[in-house]
Structures are given as C-alpha cells and as structure tokens.
C-alpha cells in the first residue's frame, strides 16, 4: 500500500443511524497535511443471486425503488443481517424473494457499487439446481419475480431497461462464459 496516499482519521463523526445504514461526516488528515472532511455511508453489505433455471431461464425480480420512483428489475438480493455470512445471506434472499432453493451456489464476484461515498460491497453468487417453494416476503417488502430468456435479458442490459448495477455486472459477467 502507497503510504502517500492514505488519509487518516482525525475525529468520526456520525450524523445519522438508521435500519441499514449510517452517515458519517469525518475530519481526515490528507497525505499532504491538509485538513478535509470524508461523508460516506457505513453499510453491512449484501448478496445477490443470480438464479438459472436452465442455460436460457433466469430468475429476475421486479421491485419499486423509492429514491428512483421507478420499478427496477434486479437480482433477488439483500443485506447481510449481523453474523450473516455472505453465503448464508445469498441463500436466504434467494428463498426470500423467488421462493427457490438452490442445489448449488458459486461464489462469483464481490464488488464496492460506490467506493467514493459508500463501504457497501455486493457479493454476487449464481444458483443452479433450483427447487421451487413459496416466496417469504419481508413486511416491507414487495416484489414480483420474472422468469426472463437470459439473452432477452441480455438485451434489456444493452437497450437500457435493466440499470441495477448488481444486475448489470451479474448478467454481463455470464455473457462472456455462456458464449
């Protein structure tokens, strides 16, 4: 690590603590000596599953986003609850949202979605072998799930439909190994 680069941390300091996440606005000590200050959110982190029905079928979900005041179509994904490993998460968001369980679950990548402002980071697995069941839905929580062609999908990444990070980087991750 390139010590020159590192800003440290003179005071912390926590504006807000909420359901999923706090805001902190920090004094930082830049690498030149000048004083700054960091606002970033402190996030658990999440998982996200990117279930295949077969080679051509994958599972999507439609949700509203409130900050968007659209209806998105994503990952069956959520935060990890506190001593939730990212495995456990992804199966459990899985069984949640789709009302699927999976033979398998590989681990494919993980990912900071907004490294600047944000210590989220994503973990994005893909589920083979579902077996069906019922959706457990939070309270808050509603969802439609959508079994879409993968290349239909595919498509709604390159004409703009799909803009969900996770999503993007999931569906185009499979692109290139499907091909």
């Not at 990952?75 to 789709?98: F, H, I, N, S, Y």
């Not at 959508?146 to 499979?174: C, H, P, W």
């Amino acid at each position: 690590m390139n010590k020159d680069m590192i800003e440290k941390p003179i005071k912390k300091n926590r504006v807000y603590k909420g359901k999923i996440l706090e805001l902190f606005c920090d004094d930082v000590k830049l690498p030149n000596g000048s004083l700054s200050i960091r606002e970033y959110l402190n996030n658990t982190g999440a998982s996200a599953v990117l279930p295949f029905i077969d080679k051509n079928s994958i599972i999507l979900v439609k949700q509203y986003r409130y900050p968007l005041s659209k209806i998105t179509y994503e990952l069956p994904a959520g935060k990890m609850d506190k001593g939730e490993t990212p495995l456990e998460c992804a199966v459990r968001e899985l069984r949640e949202e789709t009302g699927y369980r999976a033979k398998k679950l590989e681990t494919v990548l993980s990912f900071y979605p907004t490294a600047a402002f944000s210590t989220e980071i994503i973990h994005i697995f893909a589920a083979f072998g579902l077996e069906g069941g019922k959706e457990k839905l939070d309270e808050d929580e509603f969802v439609s799930k959508e079994i879409l062609n993968f290349q239909d999908a595919i498509r709604m990444v390159k004409t703009g439909v799909i803009k969900d990070s996770k999503t993007i980087i999931a569906l185009l991750y499979f692109e290139n190994i499907l091909e």
